[in-house]
């Protein structure tokens, strides 16, 4: 049974910077063991959320609470239960992996060498964690940071961009990674400008854009409310665009696409091109508006459905801004 505790509450944040509000009211709540999507397009208000979400700013308005203590009012003790990586991690480069987690051990209370060791096992960096940092892979580095953001045994981990500028098969490790960490009970906030990462990774997601969330939920929830894309090939092509651009719920999204320079006959014997017409439309009419364009002697030459997919989902919903 999923666990619905509450590790990370965000309550209607605001932030104004001058005259200007960056953060417009923002809400979502973490449960524990899940991994947690958090996208925005560029200027969206990601970077500045993040930052109030550990305290190095201060929000203007509304709360932040971490194992229901306020982040405002009681910050050490909140933040007592986070574990944090934002852009790179910084790491000593002239020292090894374990001279590194040492360090950093030495500034949090009660962290054993027992549970140094804890750490390098969870990360797997047990047959490197000896050598010097400077002949780490990227990858590595990576899971030396989250080592360390480990030590304190968090009960929130916060990673901003934790694929960035790996390969693709470092990125499968890391979503593996992170997906085995919730499996154990942690919760993981994620953001990320990977969508496609983002929607194997995560449980839900929160969707920002100008300072508001415009969209939070289940994955596959939010998934499911948006529309199918599904191509056409249609000859008379003129007749069947017609025909669908009068059916409700059809939205068009390219019309008159060439797709093939083949002829064929009509059965009126008038020469056709097929065509491909590329339309938003609920998956349950395809095979009524299949069947209005058969009777209306509209060939069907092919039907090319389109599952939805989280970026499909972004795009709608920020009508295409730049992700950051």
């Not at 947690?36 to 700013?57: A, E």
């Not at 593996?176 to 995560?202: D, T």
């Not at 596959?220 to 092509?237: G, K, M, S, Y």
Request: proline content about 4%; hydrophobic content about 40%; glycine content about 8%.
């Amino acid at each position: 049974m999923k666990d619905e505790t509450i590790v990370l509450s965000v309550n209607n944040i605001k932030k104004k910077i001058k005259d200007k509000w960056i953060i417009k009211g923002i809400s979502f709540e973490v449960r524990a063991g899940e991994v947690f999507g958090f996208l925005g397009p560029n200027g969206s208000g990601k970077t500045t959320t993040i930052r109030m979400l550990v305290d190095l700013i201060k929000p203007t308005e509304g709360t932040i609470s971490i194992c229901g203590i306020s982040v405002s009012k009681r910050p050490d003790e909140a933040l007592q239960h986070v574990g944090c990586i934002v852009e790179n991690p910084e790491l000593y480069a002239y020292l090894t992996g374990w001279e590194n987690l040492e360090h950093f051990a030495r500034m949090l209370p009660n962290v054993t060498e027992s549970r140094i060791h804890e750490v390098v096992a969870i990360v797997g960096m047990d047959q490197r964690i000896h050598d010097k940092v400077k002949t780490y892979s990227l990858g590595m580095r990576q899971r030396l940071g989250i080592a360390q953001a480990l030590l304190g045994k968090p009960k929130l981990l916060i990673l901003d961009e934790p694929t960035n500028g790996l390969d693709p098969q470092g990125i499968k490790e890391m979503r593996i990674f992170i997906r085995n960490l919730a499996k154990e009970g942690l919760s993981v906030f994620v953001s990320s400008h990977l969508l496609s990462e983002i929607q194997l990774m995560c449980d839900r997601v929160a969707i920002i854009s100008h300072g508001n969330v415009i969209a939070v939920g289940n994955v596959d929830d939010l998934i499911r409310q948006n529309t199918t894309i599904v191509e056409w090939r249609l000859a008379p092509f003129e007749k069947g665009l017609a025909l669908l651009e009068a059916s409700e719920g059809v939205t068009l999204v390219e019309a008159n696409k060439e797709d093939s320079i083949e002829a064929i006959a009509a059965p009126s014997n008038v020469i056709s091109l097929i065509r491909t017409l590329v339309c938003e439309m609920p998956e349950h009419q395809i095979p009524i508006i299949n069947a209005k364009l058969v009777q209306n002697l509209v060939q069907v030459h092919g039907i090319n459905i389109k599952n939805p997919t989280l970026e499909d989902l972004f795009l709608r919903l920020t009508e295409g801004e730049k992700i950051d």
